[in-house]
């Protein structure tokens, strides 16, 4: 089956993946809220773990089951203190569970750079684990879930990368960040913003939850800090000289190609709706 797909061009094996993803990531999110939640656990997870084994093949030994464990633990932490099944005070937890990880490494003797390995251990709980958590956070806030949220911050993202990738594909000439990434372009981005900007149009009429200005900065903020995660995971995969995170998603790499936008877009979206909600 990998070599049949590895035959078809990249846009035939993302229409595939879409074909294929799209549906399952849209029931998970809109049968409840704790398969949503069960779902960004799990993606969550392979991300992290597909981090930490990046870091290994640059000669890296971070705590990756550990680390992995505490990034779903803060995860799972999010779904049941935001439906009220156990105290905020909880995610105290967090603080005993994340400290173990210089115990461990303590009794490490052949590790060469201990603390250089606690350092990316930390990242990847920050990196991935934080930003889904806050996802989780973000679909339960005010103890109600609201899937049209997720939802409508997915199809933004989705609209933007599709958007980005046809205009720049046929139209890019002006390069956007070439030290990092070559084959971005302005006029990618830009491609990008106008179907963003469409998606979000509809959501003000589909997804009452926000109000039409919120969706719009929404929007906004999905194609910056969007681009800009796309950005920082490339130059985390040119700093150990590799081209893609993995191969689990046909068409778009690994977990962390295809949501590395939205492990920088999760924070500033939902400190500015916390803010002018």
């Known amino acids: 089956m990998k070599q049949r797909l590895a035959n078809l061009s990249n846009l035939q094996q993302r229409v595939i ?3 294929a993803g799209v549906p399952f990531i849209l029931f998970m999110i809109w049968y409840d ?3 949503f939640a069960l779902l960004f656990c799990v993606v969550s997870a392979l991300t992290q773990r597909e981090f930490y084994r990046l870091l290994g093949l640059d000669g890296f030994e971070p705590l990756t089951a550990y680390g992995t464990v505490v990034g779903c633990m803060i995860c799972i932490l999010a779904y049941f203190v935001e ?3 156990i105290g905020t005070g909880s995610y105290f937890l967090i603080c005993p569970a994340s400290s173990m990880i210089f115990l461990i490494k303590l009794y490490k003797k052949k590790d060469m750079k201990p603390f250089t390995n606690i350092g990316f251990t930390f990242l990847g709980i920050i990196y ?3 930003p889904f958590a806050l996802l989780i956070i973000l679909a339960l806030q005010g103890g109600t879930y609201h899937p049209a949220i997720i939802t409508g911050c997915l199809l933004l993202l989705w609209a933007s990368d599709i958007g980005a990738y046809f ?3 046929k139209f890019g000439r002006r390069k956007l960040f070439e030290r990092v990434s070559p084959k971005k372009s302005w006029e990618g981005s830009i491609g ?3 179907a963003a900007g469409l998606i979000a149009l509809g959501l003000t009429f589909w997804a009452p939850e926000l109000r039409p200005w919120q969706w719009y900065c929404v929007g906004g903020i999905i194609v910056v800090t969007g681009t800009y995660g796309d950005l920082v995971e490339s130059l985390f995969k040119r700093s150990i000289a590799i081209k893609d995170s993995g191969s689990s998603i ?3 790499g690994g977990f962390l190609d295809r949501f590395d936008g939205l492990l920088l877009a999760a924070p500033f ?3 500015f709706l916390k803010l002018f909600a």
């Open 250 to 252: 046909p068409g778009h």
């Open 269 to 271: 979206i939902i400190t």
């Open 192 to 194: 990008g913003a106008a």
């Open 128 to 130: 991935v684990a934080m």
């Open 33 to 35: 809220a704790w398969t």
């Open 83 to 85: 439906t009220d099944q």
């Open 167 to 169: 205009a720049g594909t």
């Open 17 to 19: 993946a879409a074909v």
